[in-house]
């Protein structure tokens, strides 16, 4: 059996194990949120470069020339030496801003000490001090200075629950990405947008759609917003000024359960789009949040006439649940 080396420590691999699970089972502590390949959280180094470009996927050329990998991805076959990122592959933060939304979403703000570059919705891995890391989307523009997170409270949730009781203004975090493929890309401003998100799915969608409007795009712009009741949809005020601002921006919001007022719509989300947009060949499309309903309206977009090429989809797992998926 192949073993693997870290921090003078040699951990056997088990048939089919990959390297963080094989570091996990050891006892090691290793950065890491969704396991499939997707957030980085689990980036490490390796000793030699040989057999990693199956887990070197969606890695800068830089980072995978200095032998760098995603350890939930290799299944190592021979002896191999492994280490932690350096500090070239991460970036410092301080957070600079915590802000309830609503009862269960913490907007964070944060700044870093030096340039990090990024395109707004794209998602970032939030690393603290002791090593434990989660994946979020960045809702800010990269011109603002500070960036931001939404941050869903999940009960027992060791990143969200430290964000949103004990987290102080101040403390250090690093941040590791950015990654994705999910922002708006200028070129085509009378291309028909369609953004649809649930819950903090809208961090991703705010970033995107402001971005849209500060590059020039003309085109019509239609976002949908749903949640399971009225008080878990939230920066309503913002988006519902921005559509006043902007009258290419149409915004609806959604409840499963106790809609119909407020200017609140009761009922899904894809009978909402339906019945303002039955036909949608032509239109860019970006879907977040539940990944049960982003995996549903995937399918129900593409057979409204959205090409498949233009649905870029981002579903959000809690990190316990052994798989996740980013924009694609």
């Not at 005020?237 to 601002?245: F, G, I, K, S, T």
Request: charged content about 20%; hydrophobic content about 40%.
């Amino acid at each position: 059996m192949p073993s693997i080396t870290f921090d003078g420590r040699d951990c056997e691999v088990l048939p089919g194990e990959t390297v963080l699970d094989c570091l996990l089972r050891s006892g090691i502590a290793v950065p890491h949120s969704c396991k499939a390949g997707a957030c980085q959280s689990c980036l490490m180094k390796a000793g030699s470069a040989a057999g990693l470009a199956d887990a070197q996927a969606g890695l800068k050329d830089t980072l995978r020339a200095q032998g760098y990998f995603l350890a939930c991805s290799l299944r190592p076959l021979e002896d191999l030496a492994v280490a932690l990122p350096g500090g070239e592959v991460r970036t410092a933060a301080r957070i600079t801003g915590l802000e309830a939304l609503n009862e269960t979403v913490l907007r964070v703000r944060l700044r870093t000490e030096e340039p990090f570059a990024y395109f707004a919705g794209q998602y970032l891995s939030l690393v603290r001090e002791d090593g434990l890391a989660r994946s979020y989307s960045l809702a800010s523009l990269p011109n603002e200075g500070d960036l931001e997170l939404h941050v869903r409270r999940i009960p027992g949730g060791a990143m969200s629950e430290w964000l949103h009781r004990e987290a102080p203004e101040g403390n250090t975090v690093w941040l590791q990405g950015p990654a994705g493929n999910c922002f708006y890309v200028p070129g085509k401003p009378e291309e028909p947008l369609l953004l649809v998100g649930t819950g903090t799915g809208l961090a991703p969608l705010y970033g995107i759609v402001r971005d849209a409007l500060a590059q020039g795009h003309t085109g019509p712009i239609w976002l949908f917003h749903g949640a399971l009741t009225p008080s878990g949809l939230y920066l309503t005020q913002e988006l519902q000024q921005l559509a006043e601002r902007y009258p290419n921006l149409r915004y609806v919001r959604a409840a499963l359960r106790d809609g119909g007022a407020d200017g609140v719509e009761n009922g899904e989300l894809d009978a909402c789009i339906r019945a303002r947009l039955p036909k949608l060949a032509g239109f860019k499309a970006y879907v977040c949040g539940d990944p049960a309903l982003v995996n549903s309206l995937r399918k129900k977009l593409f057979l409204a006439g959205v090409a498949s090429k233009a649905i870029y989809a981002d579903a959000f797992l809690p990190s316990a649940l052994p798989v996740a998926s980013a924009c694609t």
